[in-house]
């Protein structure tokens, strides 16, 4: 190995890595900072243009696409018309190229940023060398990651190269690196233009944490956060105590931060398997614990809190006194934090709730493919709700409506809520037929059903969910409407004399 090239914006490490390619001697190549940086170094280098004979040109835009840095990168050292080729045109072999890319990502994310600046900061050069060295691996070794130096200088310190299988898999990380690059790219602009449904649809991840396992201990799992990350959201939450998280328990913690969309007022939501399985809004945060607790206190043992204040210590007394896996809010006071880092096992997530709208779209995986959808973040107003019944609502029942109405979007089909203008009091999920979910949710009501209101995700196909519901003292329901026999349920809410609201708005979860 005789030549590399240097060109990278990111320079951790890279004085110490040219030293040692410099100390094993191999010349090095380098352009604009990167050769400025090692000079200072005391590091000799040679420029591009000693190399190409031809001058930087159009801001730097053009210097390396150039026939003496990729014949060198892609003439194949085990091809006789190559290296004729090569000798030829006065063409060296170029053995490493070291390159990182134009800082796209990090510029798109500062607030000021134009579309010019997003522009000026694609590269064209680093990824075209970077692809010309990773296709010639057999022979050019292609570095990406700073974290890649020690590596390549131990084998070339101990070999005097580096071995086909270190180039295979560098090779391998730098067509996942530039892919990823070009995504990002691809999204930005597709965004620009007001796309919304592109013929490829190319997304980018990065992974944040292995997982020990996934939903069950058989499976192999890990956890990718988008490129672009999103501060409300678990893939961007700080974890301030416990154990590690689990795919579950991830899935879960999103499900939750889902429902606390919905609120403004100080609420907590308390979770189990993707479903809640307590919603309580209060004037204080406490109360709002104390009413989410109160909806279902067996459920709660294992389960998932979310907090859209900071927790306070008669809270976090409160919350110690039973086995929760994750509590997540915007903040904690530091004498509650104190508190709940007493149980060991907890896991404490601090996300930030200054923006909470979240992603336009949300994506689920099937066999060979995914599916992609508009997020439903549907924001009807009672204004726009229809009462369909002889009775009308009181405002105490349009307030409990209200309530349930945003609880319900977020439990599994077929999905049924009785609440009342503060707190879920039952709540039935996931059965194949509605009555099913009526009948549970009403169960755990109890006695308090008669001054709560019940919601509906979809439709009532037939009248039994109101009659049945009408038995057992419910007073107000909300529903989409929209079924062919949508007459017969508005005959038997009249019948009973409850009052009915359809809303048009349909909210399957599945």
Avoid at 136 to 144: G, K, M, P, R
Avoid at 297 to 302: A, C, K, M, Q
Avoid at 326 to 349: G, H, W
Avoid at 404 to 430: D, R
Wanted: glycine residues 8%; proline residues 3%.
């Amino acid at each position: 190995m005789t030549r590399a090239l240097i060109s990278v914006s990111d320079k951790t490490g890279v004085i110490d890595f040219a030293k040692g390619l410099r100390a094993a001697g191999i010349e090095i190549i380098s352009t604009g900072g990167t050769k400025t940086a090692l000079e200072e170094a005391g590091i000799e280098t040679i420029s591009i243009d000693e190399v190409t004979g031809f001058p930087e040109m159009m801001d730097g835009r053009v210097k390396t696409l150039h026939p003496k840095i990729h014949g060198g990168l892609l003439g194949r050292r085990d091809s006789e018309s190559h290296m004729e080729a090569m000798e030829k045109e006065a063409i060296q072999p170029i053995d490493i190229v070291c390159v990182n890319l134009y800082p796209f990502k990090e510029t798109i994310l500062k607030p000021e940023t134009t579309e010019a600046d997003a522009i000026e900061n694609i590269d064209i050069g680093g990824p075209s060398m970077l692809r010309s060295a990773a296709k010639n691996h057999a022979f050019v070794t292609a570095i990406v990651d700073p974290v890649d130096y020690a590596i390549v200088l131990a084998e070339i310190q101990q070999e005097g190269y580096t071995t086909l299988a270190t180039r295979r898999k560098l090779a391998a990380k730098v067509f996942r690196h530039t892919a990823a690059y070009d995504a990002l790219i691809g999204q930005y602009l597709t965004e620009a233009v007001g796309e919304k449904e592109p013929e490829n649809l190319t997304l980018t991840y990065t992974r944040k944490q292995d997982l020990r396992y996934g939903e069950n201990s058989h499976q192999e799992a890990a956890f990718y956060q988008a490129a672009l990350p999103m501060s409300y959201s678990i893939a961007s939450a700080v974890q301030l105590h416990g154990k590690e998280l689990s795919f579950n328990n991830i899935r879960d913690a999103d499900a939750a931060l889902r429902i606390m969309r919905e609120f403004t007022e100080p609420t907590v939501v308390a979770l189990k398997h993707m479903n809640p399985c307590g919603i309580g809004s209060g004037e204080t945060i406490f109360s709002a614990w104390e009413a989410a607790y109160a909806a279902d206190p067996v459920s709660i043992f294992g389960g998932i809190i979310v907090l859209n204040r900071e927790v306070d210590l008669v809270s976090a007394q409160a919350m110690t006194q039973l086995f929760l896996e994750i509590i997540i809010a915007p903040s904690y006071s530091e004498e509650a934090l104190a508190v709940l880092k007493t149980k060991k096992n907890l896991r404490l997530l601090q996300v930030d709730f200054s923006n909470v709208e979240g992603n336009a779209n949300e994506m689920v995986s099937v066999l060979g493919g995914l599916l992609i959808q508009q997020d439903d973040r549907a924001m009807e107003e009672p204004e726009s709700w229809t009462v369909v019944t002889d009775r009308q609502p009181t405002k105490e029942e349009q307030a409990a409506m209200a309530f349930a109405w945003k609880a319900v979007k977020h439990v599994k089909s077929n999905a049924i809520v009785v609440a009342n203008q503060q707190q879920t009091l039952g709540i039935g999920a996931g059965q194949m037929n509605r009555v099913g979910s009526v009948k549970l949710a009403i169960e755990q009501a109890g006695a308090k059903a008669g001054t709560a209101a019940l919601a509906s995700d979809a439709y009532f196909p037939m009248d039994d969910s109101v009659e049945y519901a009408a038995n057992h003292g419910i007073k107000a329901i909300i529903q989409p409407g929209g079924s062919i026999k949508d007459q017969a349920s508005i005959d038997m809410a009249n019948k009973h004399g409850i009052t009915m609201v359809f809303t048009g708005v349909r909210h399957f979860r599945h």
